[in-house]
T-cell receptor
């Protein structure tokens, strides 16, 4: 059974720092991996999607990498801003049952 | 920019009552999904829907749950007899018009359901 784990569970850093969020998964048979942002009491915003054949994707200050064989992904946020404060979730799309399996998220606080 | 919408944003109901959660997916999308997130827990997949039928469903999606696309725009989740443990945020999502299962899913803002 696929398990998705995110470390750390919470992170607080000063504004301007570069930071890395980690996601690991136990079953490498995935179609893709997605990173989402969730603001308190709100919906889920897709940030980046990496296909299983890809190594990384970039969008603005965000860069996500995928090492499928080792079951790991990282989300790199450059020059963090207070507006980046949110919970970041990773989810893997399984090719066995066509479901998104989610991690518990990393709650990120960027201090001005 | 097109977006997924959900109504109501909040719903409070008594245990045993039926509830219908409504979603309007992005108009040219072909795959539709429901997820739930119990407070403080992970997001969980409930069901996916394509071509007017269920594609996949999780163990959570038992006989108390049903989905329907009653017209060309709405996608609904019905819980027939709510239980206390159904209290959660319910998210609807839809994915790109190509119909490929691996496309990005776009999520609605959610409906917070509270069962008393």
């Amino acid at each position: 059974k696929q398990e998705v784990t995110q470390i750390p569970a919470a992170l607080s850093v000063p504004e301007g720092e570069n930071l890395v969020l980690n996601c690991s998964f136990t079953d490498s048979a995935i179609y893709n991996l997605q990173w989402f942002r969730q603001d308190p009491g709100k919906g889920l915003t897709s940030l980046l999607l990496i296909q299983s054949s890809q190594r990384e994707q970039t969008s603005g200050r965000l860069n996500a990498s995928l090492d499928k064989s080792s079951g790991r992904s990282t989300l790199y946020i450059a020059a963090s801003q207070p507006g980046d404060s949110a919970t970041y979730l990773c989810a893997v799309y399984m090719d066995s049952n066509y479901q998104l399996i989610w991690g518990a998220g990393t709650k990120l606080i960027i201090k001005p | 920019e097109p977006e997924v919408t959900q109504t109501p944003s909040h719903q409070v109901t008594q245990m045993g009552q039926e509830v219908i959660l409504r979603c309007v997916p992005i108009s040219n999308h072909l795959y539709f999904y429901w997820y739930r997130q119990i407070l403080g827990q992970k997001v969980e997949f409930l069901v996916s829907f394509y071509n007017n039928e269920i594609s996949e469903k999780s163990e959570i999606f038992d006989d108390q749950f049903s989905v329907e696309r009653p017209d060309g725009s709405n996608f609904t989740l019905k819980i027939r007899s709510t239980k206390l443990e159904d209290s959660a945020m319910y998210f609807c999502a839809s994915s790109e018009p190509s119909g490929r299962v691996e496309e990005t899913q776009y999520f609605g803002p959610g409906t917070r359901l509270l069962v008393l």
